[in-house]
């Protein structure tokens, strides 16, 4: 039905950038939300931000908040973490993640990619 396929993952020093992507692909009817999720090994998958596509209203965790900025381009049907400023405790795996609905749960995963953020 749907696809995601990330990239953008990699090494980075404390205080530098990267930038996350993830296209999707299949049938998505333009209600629905994307959105970004991280996970350590032994650790709770964590939020870290969301956008709704038809409206761009974005949301960010308050531990990224002022530092990643979420975006999304509806002619490549690709969302974007841009993640600056990055700390180690940023260290993780990353997740986009598509919500069919704005108003149920994300329901599409893509296949992660990793962090590392280095001191």
């Known amino acids: 039905q749907v696809q995601l396929a990330e990239s953008g993952g990699g090494l980075a020093q404390a205080g530098g950038s990267l930038r996350l992507s993830c296209a999707a692909s299949?049938?998505?009817?333009?209600?629905?939300?994307r959105g970004w999720f991280r996970q350590a090994p032994g650790k709770e998958r964590e939020f870290v931000a969301s956008?709704?596509?038809?409206?761009?209203?974005?949301y960010v965790a308050d531990s990224v908040k002022g530092r990643f900025t979420i975006s999304g381009d509806k002619a490549s049907n690709t969302v974007y973490l841009q993640m600056n400023s990055l700390k180690p405790e940023d260290t993780d795996v990353y997740y986009c993640?598509?919500?069919?609905?704005?108003?149920?749960?994300?329901?599409?995963w893509g296949q992660g990619t990793q962090v590392t953020v280095s001191s």
């Open positions: 993640a598509l919500a069919t609905s704005v108003l149920g749960p994300f329901d599409y």
């Open positions: 299949g049938l998505i009817f333009g209600r629905d939300a």
């Open positions: 956008i709704k596509w038809s409206s761009g209203t974005t």
